[in-house]
């Protein structure tokens, strides 16, 4: 959890929009981490959809999608990846390990949950069909160890989203098929400290089915915001709102303003702000022509429900990628900058109090 930590931005961060309110301490960014090529690359283009996480002080990043040979837009076909990246944030001298074919299968957008015992892994796809799988990924002595002990979505699901909120774990939306993909309103939650796990179907928000939503959660409530409605591959509504669900009450509540954060990341910033980095604002068409994705900072003040404050980083913002926390520091894992194109930098930032 980030408790009693509240940031801003340097490195050169040019402020956008701002009001009397101050966020005083910042994070320092940098993207000189980068993922390592598999066998036959000489560089790694990078991959959207990964579930990532830290285990024993392991940085892991798995699976993945990306276009190795030529833009969709020429002909290229997309590839899911099966391979484990590992790399050790405590080490002296550290080094990447590459685990390739290590999933079982190529699987990407599903959602990656930190637990203590290592990095929940749940739901996602490849390009055929949505999975219900969830399974656990940890670092040991020996390498990478896989558990598959843990039950099963009601439903397959990728493009969903999920957060960790006092000892249970939710997943909203998402979609069930890759042949007619629609946008769904599932909310589902397991509750770990029971012995027999068991998924259960909860009440949805009150708003629109959605995939590429934004979640996270502070100590009370869970914060499900924007995504896109889509049905039979068709998109339908860019979604903008914002749905608060209160764990305590189980009940939902529309959140006020507008947040332009598909497919972006959050963070819950001292109980009192919402942190989002980068999202897509808007569709553009997809060709070699795209400006790229957002590479704005927007600050959220969850007690006065509005903006106080819009950054610019002098980096891209990879969507459709986690946010993993660890030590003071906030890891963006790959993803995709314009739409087809992944990075393989590492978007780092260490915060300063």
Request: net charge neutral; hydrophobic share 35%; proline share 6%.
């Amino acid at each position: 959890m980030l408790a009693s930590i509240i940031l801003t931005t340097n490195m050169v961060a040019q402020t956008q929009k701002t009001t009397s309110q101050q966020i005083p301490t910042k994070i320092c960014w940098d993207n000189q981490l980068i993922i390592p090529p598999d066998s036959g690359q000489e560089a790694n283009p990078g991959l959207a959809g990964v579930y990532s996480g830290v285990s024993n002080n392991h940085l892991l990043i798995a699976g993945g999608a990306n276009f190795p040979k030529g833009m969709p837009w020429d002909g290229g076909q997309k590839k899911w990846w099966r391979t484990i990246y590992s790399f050790p944030l405590n080490s002296n001298n550290p080094s990447w390990q590459v685990f390739e074919n290590a999933l079982t299968y190529p699987m990407a957008y599903g959602v990656s949950v930190q637990l203590p015992q290592g990095i929940l892994c749940i739901g996602g796809s490849d390009a055929d069909r949505c999975y219900s799988d969830v399974f656990m990924i940890s670092q040991t002595p020996e390498g990478i160890a896989i558990s598959y002990d843990w039950p099963s979505l009601p439903v397959p699901l990728s493009n969903c989203s999920g957060t960790y909120l006092n000892g249970k774990i939710y997943i909203a939306g998402g979609q069930e098929s890759m042949q007619q993909a629609s946008a769904s309103n599932h909310f589902f939650m397991l509750d770990l400290a029971h012995k027999e796990y068991k998924w259960q179907k909860l009440a949805s928000w009150p708003g629109s089915a959605r995939g590429y939503a934004v979640c996270t959660a502070d100590s009370a409530n869970i914060y499900l915001i924007g995504g896109r409605n889509y049905i039979n591959n068709q998109i339908t509504e860019v979604l903008t709102d914002g749905y608060v669900y209160n764990q305590k009450r189980n009940e939902w509540s529309l959140m006020k303003g507008k947040f332009p954060v598909m497919a972006g990341t959050a963070i819950i910033i001292d109980e009192q702000f919402l942190l989002f980095v980068g999202g897509v604002s808007r569709l553009l068409p997809t060709n070699d022509s795209h400006p790229g994705f957002d590479n704005i900072l927007r600050y959220y003040n969850i007690k006065e429900q509005c903006m106080v404050k819009e950054e610019i980083i002098p980096y891209s913002i990879p969507v459709t990628t986690n946010m993993v926390y660890k030590d003071q520091t906030l890891y963006i894992t790959s993803g995709e900058i314009r739409p087809g194109v992944r990075t393989p930098n590492i978007l780092r930032g260490k915060i300063y109090k």
